[in-house]
């Protein structure tokens, strides 16, 4: 085991959706050694550490300077977990997001290795752009990928980064496909479908869906590789504790479910007839639409990892029943 009750765990982002499961899992696990870095701003993000157990917390706009001034500043490190980035596909100040999923992210990697602590971070199935090239966590050569927006890219530039540097061998990057689960629900328009269906159909009885503009995908046909947040936290922390894996991992559930799929999931589990509204899609996305992403895990499953995914449907019937409809959060 990699992870120890002796040294701390930093978890950046712990705040918000996959790094506050990730600390509900470490909990689960028996790890309160837990330190949660964040930028906890204006929206309701705070309330997801309310029910976990952790030893400090610090802002993330600090985190970097204490870092470099005091070596015993967060204490003996054992793990990071470098979940904290911006995560929305449609921002635009390119420098901001260079500054905070790029820059930040070498300085705490080249940090962690310094410190001999295991460095563990959050890449993205968005790096893979359309998947003209594949979606292959063993593909050598990442220069071939295109990515179709400013956040995939910042991503895919550390990806690039740490393989050029030799850091890659060493250090652990989680491609996550579209992950979707309890504490998610602070991030606005980024929420997942399941999140924003379910208060459509709360509210209006429906759900809305953007049409296809391709002829080979019908409406409300585009698929997505869904993956429950449990799951996504139990591929991580399975990686995070072999000593000898190092390099991009797919993080999915290795099918492609279509949004009609995903949809009709929330309506069973609400026991409540589909009703599907498909809209037109904002002319501003259409060039940067992917149609289909679908994980290839078998190099997760060769270290070992044998649990089975969650199904579709008993992943968004537990997330609806036991969090949306009672308003609760992990480890409430």
Not at 79 to 108: Q, R
Not at 151 to 163: G, I, P, R, T
Request: with cysteine; proline share 2%.
């Amino acid at each position: 085991m990699v992870l120890s009750t002796k040294g701390n765990i930093l978890v950046t982002g712990g705040a918000g959706f996959i790094g506050s499961a990730l600390v509900w899992g470490l909990n689960k696990s028996g790890y309160e050694n837990v330190i949660v870095c964040d930028r906890l701003g204006d929206d309701a993000r705070w309330a997801n550490l309310v029910p976990l157990r952790f030893n400090d917390y610090i802002d993330a706009d600090q985190l970097l300077e204490g870092l470099t001034r005091k070596s015993d500043y967060l204490g003996e490190i054992s793990a990071v977990f470098h979940l904290g980035a911006c995560s929305d596909t449609t921002e635009s100040d390119a420098d901001y997001l260079m500054a905070n999923n790029f820059e930040f992210t070498k300085d705490l990697a080249n940090w962690a290795l310094q410190m001999h602590a295991r460095f563990i971070y959050a890449s993205s199935a968005a790096t893979y752009g359309d998947g003209a090239s594949g979606m292959d966590d063993e593909e050598e050569d990442l220069s071939r990928y295109r990515p179709l927006n400013m956040y995939a890219y910042s991503k895919h530039l550390f990806d690039c980064y740490a393989q050029r540097k030799g850091m890659s061998r060493s250090i652990i990057g989680l491609k996550y496909f579209n992950i979707f689960g309890p504490n998610e629900g602070h991030k606005g328009d980024m929420r997942s479908v399941v999140n924003k269906a379910f208060s459509q159909i709360m509210e209006t009885g429906r759900v809305q869906l953007f049409k296809s503009y391709r002829e080979d995908y019908a409406d409300g046909q585009q698929q997505r590789d869904f993956l429950y947040v449990k799951d996504a936290v139990a591929m991580t922390l399975h990686l995070a504790n072999l000593p000898l894996a190092g390099g991009l991992f797919n993080i999915g559930s290795g099918i492609a479910s279509s949004w009609v799929q995903l949809v009709d999931a929330i309506f069973t589990a609400l026991e409540r007839k589909p009703e599907i509204e498909f809209i037109e899609m904002p002319v501003a996305l259409r060039e940067k639409y992917q149609y289909h992403t679908c994980a290839n895990v078998s190099r997760l499953r060769s270290t070992g990892y044998e649990d089975e995914v969650t199904t579709l449907g008993e992943a968004v019937g537990d997330y609806v029943i036991n969090y949306l409809a009672d308003g609760r959060r992990l480890g409430d």
